[in-house]
Structures are given as structure tokens and as C-alpha cells.
């Protein structure tokens, strides 16, 4: 009895999925009196599409006028300078450019300004050639016209998110990770009962579907309107740092009915991102690159860009993104479902859209509970500034403070133990390699990872108390060592 008791958790509200729309909204609600738990089939947040994604907080000139994906994004993206300044999260107002090559393309740039007006978007213009290739010389000089979009921006998705998740955490929500969610039901009397993989139960008054790629599959559980989901594919190029960068805006070409097309884009840390192309596959956890997806993302980076060289990349990589046969994000109440909510289908701008989604959805979720703000909440957290981007006055104060800071465990991305021990013990902190590579860039340079993956390892397992056998890179079975040398002299050999 005891057992199973331990294995039952009670809260107000449930919510599926700790990407950048689950986690925007537990932060949303945790300024509300109310107990809240993220539940997250992986091992930390932004595991699927947020932490494999472009980066960048659209304008809304893309989205269809009328439908929710152009109502929140507009509203979404203005909501970042302000959010990103309170969080700490690098943020930066680039523009961006959509060029076209023929005169088909310059029908779509016109439809797309257009539209964006519509939208709301300020500040759009259309540019000849000769306007365009004066503001980003290193364009393709085949290009005939080009939509100048100066409110397009860049920003870093999974550092929003796991900022977000601190302040969650520090205002009150619980966040429980590796539970996949088997089963979604109505409990006895009222409210909601999930069963996880793992065969905990968790019981709530509302239960939100934030759920990225299992989004469909979770609302088709329990709405008498069943949905229908495509998993659509983008693969990446990621460029190591340059101190040359042959774009000061993003660059777009024309965007398809599969997806906004192939960007090249700075990061907000100084890296270029080509891609992604967009391919349709039946498993939603299918994350791979392949010769002929990346070759196709290069031809086209290669028509915007004519000099592009892959000799500085770094690496690959491929996020997969939730579509909905509705071409909509949907939110808000859940079809037949009496206290349920969702916001599903969350793909492209749903970076972009996911503060103004919260907002609203959580409005709506506090008016069903009759929730009441709390009267004081706990500010979030100020990092520190990154060892990297340090004086030498500054980086020598700070290992006078504390001598952690005089390790440097990432030659590449030049970042310390002491900056490693602090991203494992925030709030929601790092539980694998992954996860300090992300919230510390460790790993992220040239080498990803090669020289300083065997020390990050041992510092997880110093500050987590685990075994070093048991680190992961990135949850599940992504073990890095198997055994010790001691214990494999003792008894492996002899097995052979």
C-alpha cells in the first residue's frame, strides 16, 4: 500500500511537455495560486523541437491572416525584448531578408507584404536588386528582388526555455521528467488521471496537452474530434564561430507550402545555421541526418550564399516538427473534454508565438479554476556573465571569488567548472552531458565535446551523486562508459 501510495501525485493542473509552449506556460501559471506539475517524456527540457530549431523570432509576414499561428506570432514577438531582458537570455533584433530569383518569387515576396501588413508587421518593404545586394553583399547576385523585414530577430530557443523553467521552479511548479504519458482518462468524480511508463499516476483538476509531436495523439485520447499530425523533418548545418559573418540579417528564400524554406542565419553566440530542408517520416522521434536531406539543405544555402564552404562545420542536426492537418495552431478548451486545454500543432512561428500563447491560454485556465494571482514572486535568477565573454579584469576577479573558475574544462567554448557545477545546480538543472553542453556551451565548439565530455561526465557524477557509469549524453540509454577499468582487469578479460 505504502508503495503504491509513492507512486500517486496530486496537483491542480498537469501539463504535457516541457518544450518552449509547456514550459512558457508554467511559468504563466506559476504567478497564479495554484499547484502545477510539467510532465516531459525526456530526460530535460526543450528535449524535442525546441532545442533543434532555427532560432529565430519571426515578424508573422509568413502566417495566413485570420488564423492563430499570424495573432500570436505578431503578439509573441513583441513580448521577446522585454522577456528575454528579464530572463538573461541573449536576444538580438537582426532583421532578416526573403530573396527571390524569378518573377514567380517576386508574386509570393509581394503576397507575403501584403500579408504581413495585414498582420500588423511594421516596417516591411520590398527591394530591387541593387537595394538588396547594398545590404547584404555576399548575396547570391542571380537574386531579382528581396523583403526587407527589420523586426525578424534571433534569439536562443533552449536558453529561453530552461530560464523559463527556473522560474517556474522558483515560483512553485514541480517538473518530473522520463514519464512518458501511456494513458490520459477522466478521473472518478472530476478531473483528469495520466498513467506513465514508468507506472506513476498523476491526478489533476486540468489537465494541458503541450505535448509537441505526441500533441495528436494525447488529444485524440480523450476529444470526441480526433486530429490528424504529420512529422516533418528539418535538417541542419551548424558553422563554428567566425569572427567574419557573411550576413548581417537572416536570409530567407521563398517560403513553400512544407515550411519557411532554407535560411542562413547567425546564432545569438556568433555560429551560422544553414537549412533545414523539410521531409515528412513516420516516427516522431526520428532525429537522424542523412546524406541526401543534408545535401539538399547545402544546394539550396549555396543559391543564397554562392561562397559557402562547409569546411568550419562543426556538425549536423535535425529537428522534427508537429503539423497539423489544420495548418492552425490549436488552443485553448479541448472538444469534449471538460477541464482539458491544449496548445498542439505548435510548429513554425511557435517559438515566436509561445509567450503570447501562454498568456492567453493560462487566462483561460484560471478562469475555469477561479485562480487567484499570488500576491509575490520569487524574481528570477541572474546568471553570471559567461567565463567566454569576460575581461581579463573580470575573468581574475572571478577566480579570486571562487577558484572553480580558474579550470577551464572547454577549451573551445572557453567555459569553466565552476560554470559546469552552476548549470547542474540551478532550479531545473543539467542531469546528462547534453544538458551542461546546452546551458554552458561545453562541448559546443570544434571539438563537440571530444576533449572535455570525460570531465564534464565526472562533475555531473560529483553533483548528482550518481555512479560515473550511470551519466548519460542525453538520457535514456546514451550511456558513455560501461564499466571500470579496475573491474574489467578482475573478471572482463577472462570472458573473452
Not at 126 to 141: F, G, H, K, T
Not at 421 to 439: L, T
Amino acid at each position: 500500500m505504502t508503495q503504491q501510495s509513492e507512486k500517486v501525485f496530486q496537483s491542480d493542473i498537469v501539463i504535457a511537455g516541457a518544450g518552449i509552449t509547456g514550459v512558457s506556460l508554467a511559468r504563466e501559471l506559476s504567478r497564479y495560486d495554484v499547484s502545477v506539475i510539467v510532465l516531459e517524456r525526456a530526460e530535460d527540457v526543450a528535449e524535442g523541437a525546441t532545442k533543434a530549431n532555427s532560432g529565430i523570432v519571426h515578424a508573422g509576414y509568413d502566417a495566413k491572416p485570420g488564423t492563430a499561428k499570424a495573432k500570436y506570432n505578431v503578439l509573441g514577438a513583441a513580448m521577446f525584448p522585454a522577456l528575454c531582458a528579464e530572463l538573461s537570455v541573449p536576444y538580438r533584433k537582426c532583421g532578416a531578408l526573403v530573396v527571390g530569383f524569378d518573377d514567380n518569387d517576386r508574386q509570393t515576396l509581394e503576397d507575403l507584404l501584403r500579408r504581413g501588413v495585414t498582420n500588423g508587421v511594421k516596417n516591411l518593404r520590398l527591394l530591387n536588386r541593387e537595394e538588396a545586394l547594398a545590404a547584404e553583399p555576399s548575396l547570391n547576385p542571380e537574386i531579382v528582388c528581396a523583403l526587407d523585414v527589420p523586426e525578424s530577430a534571433i534569439v536562443s530557443p533552449y536558453e529561453l526555455a530552461y530560464a523559463m523553467a527556473d522560474d517556474a521552479a522558483l515560483n512553485g511548479v514541480r517538473f518530473h521528467f522520463d514519464q512518458e504519458i501511456n494513458s490520459v482518462s477522466a478521473a472518478a468524480g472530476s478531473g483528469w488521471q495520466l498513467a506513465t511508463a514508468r507506472g506513476d499516476v498523476f491526478r489533476c483538476r486540468v489537465f494541458i496537452n503541450c505535448a509537441g509531436a505526441s500533441g495528436a495523439a494525447l488529444h485524440n485520447m480523450i476529444s470526441d474530434q480526433p486530429l490528424q499530425m504529420t512529422h516533418r523533418r528539418g535538417q541542419y548545418y551548424l558553422l563554428d564561430r567566425a569572427p567574419y559573418q557573411p550576413f548581417t540579417r537572416t536570409v530567407f528564400q521563398c517560403p513553400s507550402a512544407m515550411g519557411k524554406g532554407v535560411l542562413v542565419s547567425q546564432s545569438v553566440h556568433g555560429n551560422l545555421l544553414l537549412g533545414p530542408n523539410a521531409e515528412d517520416i513516420d516516427d516522431p522521434l526520428d532525429t537522424a541526418t542523412t546524406a541526401e536531406g543534408l545535401a539538399s539543405v547545402l544546394a539550396r544555402a549555396q543559391r543564397t550564399w554562392p561562397a559557402l564552404s562547409t569546411r568550419s562545420n562543426i556538425t549536423n542536426f535535425s529537428g522534427v516538427r508537429a503539423h497539423l492537418s489544420t495548418d492552425d495552431f490549436q488552443i485553448g478548451p479541448v472538444s469534449g473534454a471538460p477541464g482539458a486545454f491544449e496548445a498542439i500543432g505548435i510548429e513554425s512561428p511557435g517559438l515566436s508565438s509561445a509567450p503570447a500563447v501562454a498568456v492567453d491560454l493560462a487566462a483561460s485556465v484560471a478562469s475555469f479554476l477561479s485562480l487567484r494571482k499570488k500576491g509575490n514572486l520569487v524574481p528570477p535568477r541572474r546568471p553570471k556573465k559567461p567565463f567566454h565573454d569576460m575581461t581579463d579584469e573580470e575573468r581574475a576577479e572571478a577566480v579570486q571569488n571562487d577558484p572553480a573558475y580558474g579550470n577551464i574544462v572547454c577549451r573551445c567554448e572557453v567555459v569553466t567548472e565552476a560554470e559546469i557545477r552552476e548549470a547542474i545546480r540551478r532550479p531545473v538543472g543539467a542531469r546528462s552531458i547534453d544538458g551542461v553542453k546546452r546551458r554552458t556551451r561545453a562541448g559546443m565548439g570544434r571539438c563537440q565535446g571530444g576533449f572535455c565530455s570525460p570531465r564534464v561526465a565526472q562533475i555531473i557524477a560529483e553533483e548528482t551523486g550518481v555512479c560515473l557509469q550511470s551519466v548519460t549524453k542525453c538520457g535514456g540509454d546514451s550511456l558513455l562508459l560501461v564499466d571500470t577499468v579496475e573491474s574489467f582487469l578482475k573478471g572482463g578479460a577472462g570472458n573473452d
